[in-house]
């Protein structure tokens, strides 16, 4: 038995070693997008759009053509909608079904997409939309699907999942070493077929380090999944996290009922009608959160799916300006797995202090958080002014700031669904959030298009926009904060009015 607690422990570090090594090598790739399109253009994808262009420099007129930019910018504008608003039934499905078919139809999406891009070629520049588009899909599913790994370590779950959200950022950098390999002569094809062929470490990993539904929270004892060595406990995750789920409380917030309530009162009959999936999507927490992501991701995704252009304008058209300057910003995405930690150690900060009387483990979780959302709000404020001013040595810490809100965003935003909202909702929580949010970043195209119609290829007054636009942030960290403080004074008064109701508790304390 003590050989089984010992593999099983072993167990719960391969998987979460090889988890972030999976979301760090090929879960966020298409936001690399920048790198790919300097591979996309050497390759003359789409090029007949820009025929017609004329000029005495034949690779200034490539670079500069508005037609060509146009259809990279909405491939990834369509790429990262579906990314986000697929996860509405993504997060049904993970849901309903578990982890094993998630995966399964997460990389058969994810080779198909690789595929496509191997069998692409500038007469057929438009299969790199099915192409990006099913890459990005199957990548958010890989990374919903080990966004749970946080559940085997309880003292450090924050930490794992703004880890993992990092590791997805940083694989961004991927695309970058497609394109170093290239200008060594390795083929385009070549890179996408080595992709497709490491789907077989994604399926072993999904039978061997996976479960077959969920991993519960808390996880009970002798919890193993995998191959065992032994007979295991067997677990009805769905029914052990509703029960656990009924039996606390909701905040003020999100039930309007008091937090303080007991399981073994009249009114815990109904606890699981209030706990509905419905109440929780209409609560202000939700709403507000949905707004933070909103906003912030339009921010990020028009930086990225306009980069190329933005660089090329501020180079003055200089290709070997705009290749340095694509590199360093795909170097810095490595950094995306060294930075988002920081933002779960902010979350965990509280996780093995004393809580005060009457504090409940969710009031401490979401006491640790409107600090990780205020922080992550003022980086996305920064980066915007940064990104604002048309200066193209400032693009270096357009981009620092950049990768570090990014981390911080994702990581922070799955974090707080999982504190705020009962664990048994996280998947339909988190997909709802992320799909609604992705019908706001459809926006990034028509501005896109504002700025290379109307505005005349200057990006400056969208930028001023989007930065005033960021001040709205501010109110769910603000939100967040006041009830946090609503909280604690309703704890005060209630222990204050049971001392006086029960002498014998004033004794105790005395």
């Known amino acids: 038995m003590q050989g089984c607690e010992v593999g099983t422990k072993l167990r719960y570090w391969l998987t979460l070693v090889s988890g972030m090594l999976e979301c760090l090598c090929f879960a966020g790739v298409v936001f690399g997008y920048a790198s790919l399109v300097f591979v996309l253009k050497k390759e003359r994808y789409f090029s007949e759009l820009c025929s017609s262009d004329t000029g005495s420099n034949s690779t200034q007129t490539e670079t500069d053509c508005i037609s060509q930019d146009e259809q990279f910018s909405l491939a990834f504008t369509i790429a990262s909608f579906l990314n986000n608003f697929l996860s509405l039934i993504n997060g049904y499905l993970f849901d309903r079904f578990g982890t094993m078919v998630t995966r399964l139809l997460a990389i058969s999406l994810y080779t198909t997409g690789t595929l496509l891009m191997a069998f692409s070629s500038a007469a057929y520049s438009p299969m790199i939309f099915p192409a990006l588009c099913c890459i990005a899909v199957g990548g958010i599913l890989l990374l ?21 959200n990092g590791a997805f950022d940083s694989s961004s950098a991927v695309f970058l070493i497609i394109k170093v390999l290239y200008e060594q002569g390795v083929s385009l094809q070549s890179c996408f077929f080595a992709l497709s062929l490491c789907s077989i470490i994604h399926v072993a990993r999904t039978f061997l380090l996976m479960p077959t539904t969920h991993i519960p929270y808390p996880l009970p004892q002798r919890y193993t999944y995998g191959v065992n060595c032994g007979q295991a406990d067997g677990y009805n995750v769905e029914q052990l996290e ?202 990034q195209y028509p501005l896109f298009a504002l700025v290379k119609g109307a505005l005349q290829g200057d990006p400056f007054y969208v930028d001023i926009t989007l930065t005033l636009l960021t001040a709205l942030v501010f109110i769910h960290p603000a939100y967040v904060f006041i009830h946090c403080r609503r909280q604690a004074r309703s704890r005060e008064a209630a222990l204050h009015t049971d001392v006086y109701t029960d002498p014998s508790l004033a004794q105790a304390k005395l």
């Open 144 to 164: 919903l699907t080990n966004m749970q790994v946080g559940n085997l370590f309880a003292a450090h779950r924050s930490t794992i999942i703004t880890l993992y």
């Open 242 to 443: 509703m029960a656990r789920d009924a039996t606390i409380a909701l905040p003020q917030g999100l039930s309007g009922k008091d937090a303080t309530a007991r399981p073994d009162e009249p009114e815990a009959g109904n606890t699981e009608k209030v706990a509905g999936f419905w109440s929780h999507v209409l609560s202000w927490f939700f709403l507000w959160h949905l707004l933070w992501l909103s906003i912030m991701q339009l921010r990020h995704y028009l930086f990225i799916g306009t980069l190329n252009s933005r660089l090329s304008r501020l180079a003055g058209g200089d290709a070997i300006l705009v290749s340095q300057y694509t590199n360093a910003f795909a170097m810095t995405q490595l950094c995306g797995v060294v930075c988002a930690p920081w933002n779960g150690l902010i979350l965990d900060r509280h996780k093995g202090r004393h809580r005060v009387a009457g504090e409940t483990e969710q009031d401490a979780d979401l006491r640790s958080s409107y600090l990780s959302l205020f922080l992550t709000s003022l980086q996305c404020l920064l980066f915007s002014v940064c990104a604002s001013i048309p200066l193209l040595t400032l693009q270096y810490l357009t981009f620092i700031l950049q990768v570090l809100n990014r981390s911080f965003l994702y990581g922070g935003s799955a974090a707080f669904i999982s504190i705020a909202f009962p664990a048994c909702h996280f998947g339909k929580l988190f997909g709802l959030l992320m799909a609604l949010s992705a019908v706001i970043s459809l926006l």
